[in-house]
């Protein structure tokens, strides 16, 4: 067992972990995030998605042990004294949730692209999802809510 | 007349859940005193097997290792046809066939009893083209043919159809086998209740059926067993057969304990259904005119190791042959055919869109041979208010099929490009 | 897996020393987006993991008067959000932003793509086109040897890539890439090539190397075609020259293989894509 220290969604965590653990395992299984979720244990499908120091990675590709020092946002960590993020509001709004598995990893990749590019075109956006896979939609309509996301967060909404 | 919801923005209910990540799907599901379970699966497409659980269930923290002999009624199932087996009993028919069901404290512990599992293969030769298939001299898969059914439509005459023909254009098409990739790997999650009734929490398109199977299996009656949907990540057809269900439930019952089962996604590909490859000889004749007068199919769709949907997805395929177009003089037979391939199912469209490929192209080639715009000749053959389909449907309410083509066409410009390319 | 202890290492010389112990037993990670896999599916069993993504000294990017210097933990998003590698070095951006996806890029690194040792590695091909030299640390001391060498002298297990070393170009040379995936996104190269090229003052190309992934065993230079192109000038005819000089050399080299019919197609439209891009960006260059 290895001890590590990291901040959660702003909150500190001291804890022993296996040597063996994913980074993914760590928040799913030892402190129920289960809002990350795993849909190919190797980096292709971005479902596990979450924002390490400021940016995406797949949490299936990351050791726990590595994680150590980090801070660490996942999709339970968008939510603000019970309000949620305008990018999951302009998610809901736009219809863009069908099986809702690729949803959270989504709505973190969007967040870590506006968060460097407040204002950016159809094809950044198109790139700055390109790591998560959605097999109901198409695409279009998280192009769509990211678009409206921007418009909420001007509006101050 | 007042309208709610047609035409109207209404938010899921389900959209807040899943935007916060609150949304359960069965491996988000954690219970005191959970057991894992892991299925061993066979590696040859067709073999008689014999197993050995011993040193597999010496290892410390498995619970037990379940194979056919511990199913307590019917070792079979299937949406149609009971071709699955709970557990192979003595022969495998395909790569990925569950073998047994490992029950340990962890899932590090299963993966390691896994490893010790010894499982001997006398492997038989297979088939794997259904054309082959087909044939007299073919490997058998189940039974004594590898024909699920042959599906005729006979409309018209087509001897008469084709003397009124100008053009008759001739080709195969094959259709590869898809794979419907949801996003959620399939898992689930066992336990028993109070009163002994066995819950079973998975995402499935079918709780009605599954616990039919599942009582069936089990010998049990259907209102000792509760199958609760949780969300599903996706379907497309690929959970319409049974997964993790049975497996669990038997686990359940004999352990006592809560079980829960997460497939990674290499398995989940092996374990589910396909899209059915489909092989298309396709002979169709259009007048000088351009009107179609004639067509000739023949549709063999590979179903692998079972059935599944095959019969009701070649006839689909089969009364879909013609496509959305006139044609008086028709012969149509659709087979559906057993393999050793991956079995192939319900997917998106069932069965009518491989025939859209043949059909389409079909099409377009006549109107190179009339010298004829694509959309040109599809309006004059379209169904519309009051045509006959080949089964001899008439088609008495809306078909709009004609306002369609002219938007897609405004929007496209889709013959005007072909002119061009032409030349 | 099968780890019995793991470090989050701070320093090279720390990690040189952790190395020099346990040998064959331990393996680096940075990234982790290959090793983490190869460990889930038990295709390595290490005893030891070292972390080496947080060493600073790895992360640097640095100048000197006649070179650029890559620490080998850079990560592909900080090549890519780099202004140094846009102008003519744009060949190396390019292959940076053609890897994985934004998560893949933002962990995966420029040594671990060297270190993981694909024949299909994107940002390969662009930095063996730029002659880089690569530095390799271990408790024996230190060595320097051509990333093209890289593939028949491989690391030894107590290793450790620290640097990618290449000369600044100048402004009669050009850096250009183009790769062969079955998708924008997430798509592992079917097949690359890069190409540095120098023009002199009439427009003849003075100097030039081209180099390709995933057309042999590993990445590799094209010599034939390097001589080919000599003293040309870059137009239709030279292009399609070229192409049939490579898919001669692939002839060659990939006999028998499956997958050769397909790459001899294949490889006339990416080495096409390649030189026109040069001659693009040459005018956008020049244009400046």
């Known amino acids: ?86 990018i999951q509001q302009a998610y809901i709004d736009v219809g863009a949730v069908q099986c809702g598995f690729c949803i959270p990893g989504m709505v973190l990749s969007t967040k870590a692209l506006l968060d460097k590019k407040p204002h950016p075109s159809k094809d950044e956006i198109r790139e700055g999802i390109s790591g998560n896979l959605c097999r109901c939609t198409g695409y279009n309509k998280m192009i769509y809510a990211a678009e409206k996301a921007i418009e909420y967060m001007e509006e101050g909404k | 007349m007042d309208l709610n919801v047609v035409g109207k923005n209404i938010i899921r209910v389900d959209a807040y859940s899943k935007v916060t990540g609150k949304a359960l799907y069965p491996q988000d599901i954690y219970l005191e005193d959970m057991v894992y379970g892991k299925v061993l699966r066979s590696t040859k497409p067709h073999g008689k097997i014999k197993v050995d659980i011993t040193e597999a269930e010496k290892v410390k923290g498995i619970l037990k290792i379940f194979t056919y002999k511990d199913v307590p009624k019917e070792n079979k199932y299937g949406v149609v046809l009971k071709d699955h087996e709970v557990f192979v009993s003595e022969k495998v028919v395909r790569i990925g066939e569950p073998i047994a069901f490992i029950v340990g404290e962890t899932q590090e512990i299963c993966e390691e009893a896994y490893e010790k599992i010894i499982v001997d293969y006398e492997e038989l030769n297979a088939v794997f083209d259904p054309i082959e298939a087909m044939k007299e001299d073919s490997p058998i898969v189940h039974g004594d043919s590898n024909i699920i059914l042959h599906y005729k439509l006979r409309h018209g005459d087509i001897e008469e159809g084709k003397k009124k023909c100008k053009y008759i254009v001739e080709n195969i098409y094959r259709s590869p086998m898809v794979e419907h990739a949801f996003l959620q790997p399939e898992a689930g999650l066992s336990y028993l209740e109070e009163d002994g009734t066995v819950v079973v929490a998975v995402a499935t398109q079918y ?69 059915h490859p489909m092989v298309m000889k396709y002979k169709t004749g259009a007048d000088e005119n351009g009107f179609l007068q004639y ?69 377009d080639e006549l109107a190179v041979k009339l010298g004829m715009d694509p959309i040109e000749i599809r309006m004059k053959n379209i169904f519309r208010k009051g045509s006959m389909t080949a089964t001899g449907q008439i088609l008495t309410d809306s078909v709009p099929l004609d306002k369609c083509i002219e938007a897609v066409d405004k929007e496209f410009q889709f013959s005007r490009k072909l002119e061009v390319e032409s030349i | 897996m099968t780890l019995k202890e793991v470090y989050n290492s701070r320093s090279v010389e ?118 880089a030299i690569i530095k390799i640390c271990s408790i024996e001391g230190t060595r320097e040897i051509p990333l093209e060498d890289y593939y028949i002298n491989k690391l030894k297990s107590n290793e450790i890539i620290t640097e990618i070393k290449f000369e600044k170009l100048n402004k009669n040379q050009n850096l250009n890439f183009a790769k062969l995936g079955l998708r924008k996104a997430l798509a592992i190269s079917r097949l690359s090539i890069a190409s540095l090229i120098e023009l002199n003052e009439e427009g003849l190309i003075e100097n030039v190397t081209i180099s390709s992934g995933a057309l042999g065993k590993y990445p590799m230079r094209e010599k034939e075609v390097e001589e080919y192109l000599i003293n040309k000038e870059i137009n239709e005819t030279t292009i399609e020259e070229a192409i049939t000089v490579l898919q001669n050399s692939m002839d060659e080299r990939l006999k028998g293989r499956s997958t050769l019919p397909y790459k001899r197609v294949a490889v006339s439209s990416i080495l096409r894509e390649n030189l026109k891009e040069f001659i693009k960006t040459r005018t956008e260059v020049r244009a400046w």
């Open chain 1, 1 to 86: 067992m290895v001890n590590i220290s990291l901040i959660v969604n702003e909150k500190l965590f001291e804890v022993s972990v296996s040597e063996n653990l994913r980074l993914i395992d760590l928040l799913r299984d030892e402190l129920g995030l289960i809002g990350t979720k795993e849909g190919c244990g190797e980096g292709e499908c971005g479902a596990c998605t979450v924002i390490m120091d400021g940016e995406t990675v797949n949490s299936c590709l990351v050791m726990a042990f590595q994680a150590n020092g980090s801070n660490i946002l996942t999709i339970e960590g968008m939510e603000k004294e019970g309000k949620i993020h305008p």
């Open chain 2, 207 to 275: 709780p009605h059926y599954d616990r039919e199977e599942i009582a069936i299996n089990l010998g049990l009656p259907e209102e000792k067993i509760k199958v609760i949907n949780t969300n599903i990540g996706g379907a497309f057809g690929a959970r319409e057969d049974i997964s993790v269900q049975i497996h669990l439930a038997l686990a359940a019952i004999v352990l006592r304990r809560p079980i829960k089962i997460i497939f990674s996604r290499e398995e989940s590909f092996l374990a589910h259904s396909k899209r």
């Open chain 2, 295 to 363: 067509m000739e199919a023949e549709i063999i769709g590979d179903s692998g190791a079972h059935a599944s949907w095959a019969i009701n997805v070649l006839r689909k395929a089969g009364v879909h042959a013609t496509g959305p177009y006139v044609i008086p003089n028709v012969n149509v037979d659709s087979y559906a055919v057993y393999t050793n391939n991956p079995f192939t199912g319900a997917m998106r469209g069932f069965g009518a869109t491989q025939v859209s490929i043949a059909y389409e192209q079909q099409i």
């Open chain 3, 14 to 131: 720390e990690v040189v020393g952790l190395l020099g112990e346990y040998g064959s037993e331990a393996k680096l990670i940075s990234g982790g987006t290959d090793i983490v896999i190869e460990l889930k599916n038990k295709k390595i069993t290490p005893k030891i993991l070292i972390d080496i993504s947080k060493i600073e000294e790895l992360k640097k990017i640095k100048e000197d008067e006649n070179h650029i210097i890559l620490g080998s933990g850079v990560t592909f998003t900080e090549i890519t959000e780099n202004p140094l590698f846009k102008g003519n070095l744009h060949g190396l951006h390019k292959a940076c932003k053609m890897v994985g996806s934004p998560q893949i890029r933002n962990k995966g690194t420029i040594g671990g793509n060297i270190a993981n040792g694909s024949s299909a590695a994107d940002s390969i091909p662009p930095l063996i086109a730029l002659g």
